[in-house]
């Protein structure tokens, strides 16, 4: 497997920037050291990458990012990435059990608390009540984040911590969404450091 190229089924502006954004960080680079197949995605539009037959039997979801690397397929860019990272290895990656449930619990927190909030403000949902909403919703999840990036630099790590696929993750969501629609982090200066 070690000779076979990472392939990632994905668009750059998709969640699958997550997995193209860490395979960048180890120095990659797309199309010479890992194989990116553009399935388009919900900003451009899809394309018929998705309804071929080779896809579905990865993902029958017809979900975007996909991984294959060998005999290894995976859907879901959390799981992608912490993949990829284990697989490179190196300071990226959890260096021990606790590192990587700590990984994973931000990874899923990213996912699951933060983009339920922000993407629904990407597409414009409910206008100016929705993002209302939303912006409600998330003050109390970046509170609890700016508290705990307290005199830290990152989230995974003795002392200031260090870069891991946990950044990855949450910036992929807070820094990506936050920045496409003019998301005000004042209020929380460490999440916006």
Known sequence: ???????IYGHQASRASRPYWLLREYGMTINEDFIEVDTGGPVTGYNEVRDTSEFLALNPYRLIPVMKHGEVVLYESQAICQYIAEYLGGPLCGQDLAERARINMYGLSSISNFEPNFLPMVFRQGGAEGRAKFESNLEPLLNALNAELKDRDYLIGSE?????????????TIGQYGRAVKFDFTPWPNVKA
Request: cysteine-free; proline content about 0%; overall charge neutral.
């Open 1 to 7: 497997m070690a000779e076979e190229k990472i392939t």
């Open 160 to 172: 200031r911590g260090r870069f891991t696929v946990a950044d990855v993750m949450m910036a992929s």
